[in-house]
């Protein structure tokens, strides 16, 4: 405040008064972009439309605050109603325009009455006042900034810039009055001369070059034209192809769009951004967020937002032969000298950011992904132990299974056996009472045992094979089992009849083969010949035996290994 003058001063109180207020910073801020005017202070306040609504907002930065950069635009300001008349005329017009509409059509058919008749038509105070005027009618779709381009580049006779594969390098940083000779040595060559080069315009909507703005930090450039306006020929053909102006834009990474105001998205564009007058040519970039209601130190924490930073509308050349508003000249001057200087430290800024969030996010994406591998390995392990522990489990359960197993079939044979013992023995003990109340007997058989041993005995022609058998089988009985412990009754009830032989084979009929019972067979010493049990069989019906003989005694299954002999006998032996 100390550095002002009485002027400025004053101006500052007149503005805060407009305001009710506010940040002295900003103020003063906007009244030095617009050369201390109030009125143009205010209107900028209060009437600027902003693309920021357009934008979402983006991680603030504490950065120095600009303001919006809308003079020198090479052109003289012009009054302006106050931002509340012009309010609140345009609110009305649409229902001032209703209401007069059937005056107007009303005037129209006196007048062509009066001038079918010949009748001068009287002039009366007013009476060329029209409160009617149609509402201006909106341009339809044209093919949009693609055609715009094209035919641009068909008048001009020139290519973009980022079609021509012109390498990407450094602007000067400063500019002179004339184009000067071109930077741009690596263009490619269709004939003698250069090819003309024009900025490299982004097809697609005006909205979405804000969002590429936005979001790649970039300063934009918008340019747009009208066709019934003279000057726009010459601002293609001079300004859009100047080199220095189109490698100023390219070196610096500046996005162009550019449209007709006859097409309906170039026509929004213009109303969005208050063009007037054409060619017209406007820079935006992302700014500080101002606000004139909060404090420099909250304007500095607010987002960002995409803002106007200048608008140049008008010829490109003055009638005094000197530069006009969008000269290649002027716009090279403003370019270095005001908008680069200007936003390229923010916008580094903007990129720095960006790339550490960038980093951050691959740093997170990295250690997630290192971490659910860590979290894939861990549980292939867990689940690969969980399934040999099952596999472990598996095994010793089925272990544990086929030993019980084996051992119940241990026992049920054990079982058996005892059981098949006890019939041995108690068929020992008959057998033997029967061989001592025997008759006389016709037939001798030398029976050769397992162990080596030989039993004869002396059998009747009508005794049964059943008979012999049990001979054989009591005269397997271990040494250890004493004669006189036999048992005196059979080991199960039910089969005694008064005849061993019925009763044995009666307990074989019941339950088990004749093989399963005797564990061994009978045969023929020489010539070998298998002499199997059957039931019911007289020992002189069998041809062999008719005479008598010398048998041997075959043990079958486990028996038959465990002695280790063939059951054979030799006539040396004998």
Known sequence: MSELNAQQRQALTQLRDLTNGGDD???????????????????LIFGTVSTSS??????????????????????????????????LYFSFRPFLSVLAFPLHILSNIFRFVFGVLRIPIPQLRFSTLNLYRPLPRRPVSRGGSDRWVRELEEETGAVCIGRANVPRGLSTSSATNSAGPSSLTARPRVSSE?????????????????RTCRDEARI???????EEHDDVTEFKRATLTDSTFVKLLYDNNILVWGGDVQDQEAWSAAEKLQATTYPFVAFLALQPRRSPSLPSRSAISQPPSLTVLSRHQGPPASSTSSPGPTSAHTLIDHLTNQVLPRVTSYLERIHASHKERERDRQLREEQDQAFNDSVRRDTERIRSKMEEDRKERDRIKAKKEEDERKIGEQREKAKKDA????????????????????????????????SGARVMRMFDKSSTLTALYIYVDTNLIPSEYNMDEDPLEPPEDGYWKGD?????EARIARGVSGTEWWCFQLALAY????????????LGDIESLKGGGHIVVELLGHQASSTGDDGYDTEDSE
């Open 220 to 226: 934009g450039c918008i340019i747009l034209v009208s």
């Open 54 to 87: 357009l934008i979402p907002p983006i991680t603030p930065m504490p950065i120095q605050v600009f303001d919006i950069d809308d003079s020198l635009q090479g052109e003289q300001p012009r009054p302006r109603l106050p931002t509340n008349s012009w309010s």
């Open 500 to 504: 061993l032989e019925d009763c044995i």
């Open 527 to 538: 010539p070998r010949k298998e002499i199997p049990w059957k039931s019911g069989v007289s």
């Open 194 to 210: 250069d090819r003309k080069l024009l900025p490299d315009f982004v097809l697609g909507s005006y909205d979405e070059a804000l």
């Open 25 to 43: 910073e900003v103020a003063i801020n906007v009244l030095e972009s617009v050369g201390w005017d109030v009125h143009r202070a205010a209107d």
């Open 419 to 450: 059981v098949r013992m006890e019939w041995r023995r108690w068929t020992r003990r008959i057998e033997k009472v029967k061989g001592e109340n025997a008759s006389v007997k016709e037939l001798r058989i030398s029976i050769r045992l397992p």
